[in-house]
T-cell receptor, first 115, second 112 residues
Framework: EAGVTQFPSHSVIEKGQTVTLRCDPI?????LYWYRRVMGKEIKFLLH????????ESGMPNNRFLAERTGGTYSTLKVQPAELEDSGVYFC?????????????FGPGTRLLVL | AQSVTQLGSHVSVSEGALVLLRCNYS??????LFWYVQYPNQGLQLLLK??????LVKGINGFEAEFKKSETSFHLTKPSAHMSDAAEYFC??????????FGKGTRLHILP
């Protein structure tokens, strides 16, 4: 069974540009999460989808970040316009919607560098 | 509020020696605790998970962790370190709203 996949693996953009990150969860997983690790800091929660609905987006830093999950399958996270402080590793995770506090399985991450 | 604290951002052990990575948690409810590992240029991989069943949890690659409520600890151990264990290790607690709270990570270095 394929794990969580993320694309691209790396992205280098200039300040002010737009970047879109993609996450494909494990097939059949209704829950999809985005996390971010800024350099030198902890990995922090951004948001949680249940199917195509945003369950919790309390961790989104500001309105330059837009996440979507059309059709309840893959998700995209768009940063527009990107700022220097957005640099970091963006992780996606998924879990089955069986019980609460279900194990989340993570993807390899997208390493974003904003110059 | 729930949190985890990892003691030591870098730990070095000799190959064949005991690995001990420390994690203390804070939680007002019975916690579900995890250890994840990130190998170089890879994603986060689940090592093991504690969900209030057995206090000694065995994970992959010979790792195990013991939940000690009295010490609010969930330390990760491996009897004999291997070069391939060099990675960054994250202790984490999952909240009831499914948010994972991560520690700052401990980078494990294996000395030949």
């Amino acid at each position: 069974e394929a794990g969580v996949t993320q694309f691209p693996s790396h992205s280098v953009i200039e300040k002010g540009q737009t970047v879109t990150l993609r996450c494909d969860p494990i097939s059949g997983h209704d829950n999809l999460y985005w996390y971010r690790r800024v350099m030198g800091k902890e990995i922090k929660f951004l948001l949680h989808f249940v199917k195509e609905s945003k369950q919790d987006e309390s961790g989104m830093p500001n309105n330059r970040f837009l996440a979507e999950r059309t059709g309840g399958t893959y998700s995209t996270l768009k940063v527009q316009p990107a700022e220097l402080e957005d640099s970091g590793v963006y992780f996606c995770a998924s879990s089955q919607d069986a019980v609460r506090r279900e194990t989340q399985y993570f993807g390899p991450g997208t390493r974003l560098l904003v110059l | 509020a729930q949190s985890v604290t990892q003691l030591g951002s870098h730990v070095s052990v000799s190959e064949g020696a005991l690995v001990l990575l420390r994690c203390n948690y804070s939680s007002s409810v019975p916690p579900y605790l995890f250890w994840y590992v990130q190998y170089p240029n890879q994603g986060l991989q689940l090592l093991l998970k504690y969900t209030s069943a057995a206090t000694l949890v065995k994970g992959i690659n010979g790792f195990e962790a013991e939940f000690k409520k009295s010490e609010t600890s969930f330390h990760l151990t491996k009897p004999s370190a291997h070069m391939s264990d060099a990675a960054e290790y994250f202790c984490a607690v999952i909240r009831r709203d499914d948010k994972i709270i991560f520690g700052k990570g401990t980078r494990l270095h294996i000395l030949p």
